[in-house]
């Protein structure tokens, strides 16, 4: 609702002369209508009583004349005065009414500022909501701003992850060509330990048997060597006896030197092969040894 005109007295001052003079009565209402319905009627109802003041002034002024002029005036007045004061009682029940109105139009007023109070506070309420939920508003704003620079983080983070599998899946094909060949190399070593394992079982068993007939043979040669001692123990013994006996004991030592010669070679051959053996086990032994570690 828009703020009333600011109505002045000379305005309402002249719209109560001009009805005055017409033979209408200026009242606080018609002088409204009169100037356009503008101005609060509290504004005018102030003026028109000013205005009415300086009217009964003008009254009191014109009464100051001779005695006997006065005495006609004031028979004349009082007649007059009689009329005017049923005018006057005509315009306070008038002006009665329009202080009804004017109260009516308080009251109107009134109720009007209470509802635009009630209006005011209301807009301060849906301020105060509106502020706070623009508050809120910016701290979600502010949460919205941390969880996207979280997820732009975690968005590069995978996207180095992304990168990192693509690389290692670039690898892969090498890597498995390596692993494969590990394999074949692992595989190839396993089957040379086999087989030097093998090798070595076979060698061993051959070290015991050249071992066992080293063994023998030199058994062998030491009974041999001993058969020999006698022998030629028996043939110092019986080489003072008889020529005969000589002669056979000869025979016997000959064939008993013979034997001691043949097996003193058989344990030499042995011993000389229990050494290769030997030799041939304990080189198998170091590479077994170096393959496994």
């Known amino acids: 609702m828009g703020r009333e005109a600011t109505i002045s007295y000379e305005q309402v001052a002249a719209a109560a002369d001009t ?26 109802n102030r003026h028109l009583q000013a205005w009415r003041a300086g009217q009964e002034r003008q009254i009191a002024s014109a009464l100051a004349l001779p005695a006997a002029l006065q005495r ?29 109105d004017l109260a009516t139009e308080n009251e109107r007023q ?8 009630d209006a005011l506070t209301a807009l301060h309420a849906e301020l105060a909501t509106l502020q706070g939920r623009l508050g809120q508003m910016e701290t979600d704003l502010a949460a919205a701003k941390d969880d996207a620079d979280r997820e732009r983080k975690a968005a590069e983070a995978a996207r180095t992850e992304l990168a ?69 123990d028996a043939t110092a013994e019986l080489r003072g006896n008889a020529e005969q006996q000589a002669a056979v004991l000869t025979a016997k030592l000959e064939a008993a030197t013979d034997r001691a010669t043949k ?24 590479k077994r040894t170096g393959k496994a570690g």
């Open 72 to 100: 006609s005036i004031l028979d004349f007045m009082g007649q007059e005065l009689a009329a005017a004061r049923a005018a006057l009682e005509s315009d306070l029940a008038e002006q009665q009414q329009e202080a009804a």
């Open 164 to 232: 990192k599998s693509l690389l290692r899946l670039e690898a892969m094909p090498r890597l498995e060509a390596d692993l494969a060949a590990l394999r074949a190399e692992l595989d190839k070593e396993r089957q040379g330990r086999v087989s030097a394992e093998q090798q070595a079982a076979v060698l061993t068993a051959k070290l015991e048997a050249a071992t066992d007939r080293a063994a023998k043979a030199e058994a062998a040669a030491i009974g041999a060597i001993q058969e020999a001692k006698l022998a030629r």
């Open 263 to 286: 097996a003193e070679a058989a344990a030499s051959g042995a011993a000389q092969e229990a050494k290769l053996a030997r030799d041939e086990a304990a080189e198998l032994r170091g």
């Open 110 to 117: 009134a109720a009007d500022i209470e509802d635009k109070a």
């Open 19 to 44: 009805m005055k003079a017409t033979g209408s009565k200026p009242t606080s209402r018609a002088i409204r209508e009169r100037i356009g319905n503008i101005g609060s009627m509290g504004t005018i």
